[in-house]
Nanobody, 127 residues
Framework: QLQLVESGGGLVQPGGSLTLSCVAS????????IAWFRQAPGKEREGVSC??????????YYADSVKGRFTISRDNTEKTVFLQMNSLKPEDTSVYFC??????????????????WGQGTQVTVSS
């Protein structure tokens, strides 16, 4: 089973950029789809982006709210998934988590399906 650790959060001005990293330990990393979720205070955890396993073609998926601004990618050699976030808005302010559930599974934005979570990294978009 995987263990996940996020990094890269911080404070950024509106319109700015950040890149989050999710580093995994365990195998077979390349067979897991990896998702990014975010949760703001008082709100439900929401799916942001997901990248399929290598068997699934490393296909990216995005929530409508971030499409065109965020880019997900993976480096299986480094066991890392990246979330490049551009044109950030104040409403992107949240704790961001990466997550996994089963190898060889499909991407999903249903957080209840996931049982492996990182500790989260705070992203704050403010002037």
């Amino acid at each position: 089973q995987l263990q996940l650790v996020e990094s890269g959060g911080g404070l950024v001005q509106p319109g700015g950029s950040l890149t989050l990293s999710c580093v995994a330990s365990g195998n077979p990393f390349e067979s897991y789809p990896i998702a990014w979720f975010r949760q703001a205070p008082g709100k439900e955890r929401e799916g942001v982006s997901c990248i399929s396993s290598s068997d699934g073609g490393n296909t990216p998926y995005y929530a409508d709210s971030v499409k065109g601004r965020f880019t997900i990618s993976r480096d299986n050699t480094e066991k890392t998934v990246f979330l490049q976030m551009n044109s950030l808005k104040p409403e992107d302010t949240s704790v961001y988590f990466c997550a996994a559930y089963h190898p060889y599974s499909r991407c999903s934005f249903n957080f209840q399906e996931y049982h492996v979570w990182g500790q989260g990294t705070q992203v704050t978009v403010s002037s």
